[in-house]
């Protein structure tokens, strides 16, 4: 028996390390999409579907609208035009994320601050970050090829390396265009089983985007609160 025994057991290794091997090779490839992309990236406009879902009173909050991404010398604008259910604006300019309110003219600001690398390196999560600098902050795992938003899309699964951020997201995962090297679908698990699920359509890499996109449309009676200063 044991005899049979061997050769079985000899022929499951090699099938398991040749899928490993094939995972590997299908992670760098996917990798080295996000790097030309990050090498050549100007600008993102894409629209989006956020579904906010909390696990304790399983109910999903939806928000639907069009976001825009530049990059500037080092560093990353963004702002999420949101036109449903309300309209709201959330702008990350250098050390400040705004979110203005038009319904009751109000802005209010949060500070950034030893935090912006932070806000940056999750804004660049397959829109502008290199794919080989995951491994600095994450484990990632290649989880095979999936269809998502008309995309053959590659599902990476992030698993952050510091308690700090394993605190906000115990698992991060990505759907990732290996053609254009960006994200078509992002997932950001909390440790309570609340998630965030953002899905991205009409995606338009580096075209002109007028500079106004990044300013809060105000007015002179908005009213600015500052709660973390």
Same mark, same amino acid.
């Given at each position: 028996?044991?005899?049979?025994?061997?050769?079985?057991?000899?022929?499951?290794?090699?099938?398991?390390?040749?899928?490993?091997?094939?995972?590997?090779?299908?992670?760098?490839?996917?990798?080295?999409?996000?790097?030309?992309?990050?090498?050549?990236?100007?600008?993102?406009?894409?629209? =989006?579907?956020?579904?906010?879902?909390?696990?304790?009173?399983?109910?999903?909050?939806?928000?639907?609208?069009?976001?825009?991404?530049?990059?500037?010398?080092?560093?990353?604008?963004?702002?999420?035009?949101?036109?449903?259910?309300?309209?709201?604006?959330?702008?990350?300019?250098?050390?400040?994320?705004?979110?203005?309110?038009?319904?009751?003219?109000?802005?209010?600001?949060?500070?950034?601050?030893?935090?912006?690398?932070d806000f940056e390196s999750f804004l660049v999560l397959g829109f502008g970050g290199r794919g080989h600098d995951l491994a600095k902050s994450f484990d990632v795992s290649y989880a095979g090829m999936e269809q998502?938003?008309?995309?053959?899309?590659?599902?990476?699964?992030?698993?952050?390396?510091?308690?700090?951020?394993?605190?906000?997201?115990?698992?991060?995962?990505?759907?990732?265009?290996?053609?254009?090297?960006?994200?078509?679908?992002?997932?950001?698990?909390?440790?309570?089983?609340?998630?965030?699920?953002?899905?991205?359509?009409?995606?338009?890499?580096?075209?002109?985007?007028?500079?106004?996109? =990044?300013?809060? +449309?105000?007015?002179?009676?908005? +009213?600015?609160? +500052?709660?973390?200063?």
């Amino acid at each position: 028996m044991r005899s049979i025994y061997k050769p079985a057991r000899l022929l499951l290794c090699l099938l398991c390390c040749g899928a490993g091997v094939a995972r590997a090779q299908n992670l760098e490839s996917v990798l080295n999409s996000m790097d030309q992309a990050a090498a050549s990236f100007r600008t993102v406009q894409t629209d =989006f579907v956020w579904d906010q879902y909390q696990k304790v009173v399983d109910d999903h909050d939806y928000q639907k609208g069009t976001m825009y991404f530049r990059r500037q010398g080092s560093d990353i604008e963004m702002v999420a035009d949101i036109n449903s259910p309300i309209k709201k604006y959330v702008l990350f300019n250098g050390n400040t994320v705004s979110v203005y309110q038009p319904s009751i003219d109000q802005v209010t600001q949060y500070s950034a601050g030893k935090n912006k690398a932070d806000f940056e390196s999750f804004l660049v999560l397959g829109f502008g970050g290199r794919g080989h600098d995951l491994a600095k902050s994450f484990d990632v795992s290649y989880a095979g090829m999936e269809q998502v938003q008309g995309v053959n899309a590659a599902k990476l699964e992030l698993t952050p390396k510091s308690q700090r951020v394993k605190n906000m997201f115990s698992t991060i995962t990505l759907w990732i265009d290996p053609a254009r090297g960006v994200s078509v679908q992002q997932k950001f698990v909390e440790p309570s089983g609340d998630y965030r699920l953002a899905k991205y359509d009409n995606i338009k890499l580096n075209q002109k985007i007028p500079g106004d996109v =990044f300013k809060l +449309k105000t007015t002179g009676h908005t +009213k600015v609160i +500052k709660p973390n200063q």
